[in-house]
């Protein structure tokens, strides 16, 4: 009797478990350009426009939350040089009438200088860490070695037992430090790769010649509430139009 009522018990809390643990999954989203000219390019539908001899080709990549990433391809055809900056690029989120949302605010891209600029501070905090936590490690050794030399010369039990405790305490001080140390160092690679990977993907300020082209990578911020998206591309006092549509699919159908 003990052993099956012990069962429903395990059975039941098992079931609690799975109950309070269950994760609905997150919609899965895709932007379509509105627009009769557009092409396919592995898998991507871009659509392309143009203002004063720059050439803009934009599709959408993919959502990263909480970033719509937007795969941009910048080319001057012009007869002078064009300044390409990401950080400018806004959006409205619209409603199915194609209405500026209640809430909605120009929104502008996000800046991948700043991005690269908190990675560099990270990196840098990381760093001082490590080499702290290698300055104390170094220093809670030392006290252990000269505790341990103090001990050994001599014979009063009390002044041994103290000693011993000081050296212990050093070498619990020593190894938190080079834990510490370790853990920073091992963060400041992961960051290091993390800042590499933005600055190939990062669409990135450039000062562009006439005949050259950039491509890379634009974030912006989703919007679940959003059936449009019109982006705004800044051309010296002129701005490129570009409407996006946003289509949600449930994972379970």
Partial sequence: MKKRRTIRIVYS????LGVTSCYSPKEVVRLNPE???????????????????IIVSIAFDKLTRPNL???????????????????????????QNLNPLQDSLRTYALDPELKLLEYDKRISLNEARQKNGAIIGAAAAG????????????N?????????????????????????????????????????????SF????????????????FIN?????????????????????LFKQRKYDPKN
Avoid at 74 to 89: A, C, D, F, G, R
Wanted: proline fraction near 3%; include cysteine.
């Fill in 156 to 200: 009063d039990e009390h002044k041994q037992n103290r000693r011993a405790t000081t050296s212990f305490t050093s070498a619990v001080i020593s190894d938190a430090a080079s834990t510490t140390s370790d853990v920073a160092r091992w963060q400041t690679y992961s960051l290091a790769d993390e800042k590499a990977e933005w600055e190939k």
């Fill in 13 to 16: 809390l098992i079931l609690l």
């Fill in 222 to 242: 989703y919007d679940s509430k959003a059936y449009f998206y019109k982006l705004f591309i800044p051309i010296d006092n002129q701005e490129l139009q570009l």
């Fill in 35 to 53: 627009s009769s000219k557009t092409k396919w390019f592995y898998g991507k539908e871009f659509v392309k426009d143009s203002l004063d001899g």
């Fill in 69 to 95: 990433i937007f795969d941009v391809e910048v080319t001057n055809q012009s007869n002078m040089p064009y300044l390409v900056e990401p950080n400018q690029i806004y959006y409205l989120a619209l409603d």
């Fill in 143 to 154: 006290v252990a070695i000269a505790t341990a030399i103090a001990a050994s010369s001599t």
């Fill in 203 to 218: 669409l990135q300020k450039t000062t562009l010649d006439p005949g050259c082209s950039i491509r890379g990578k634009v």
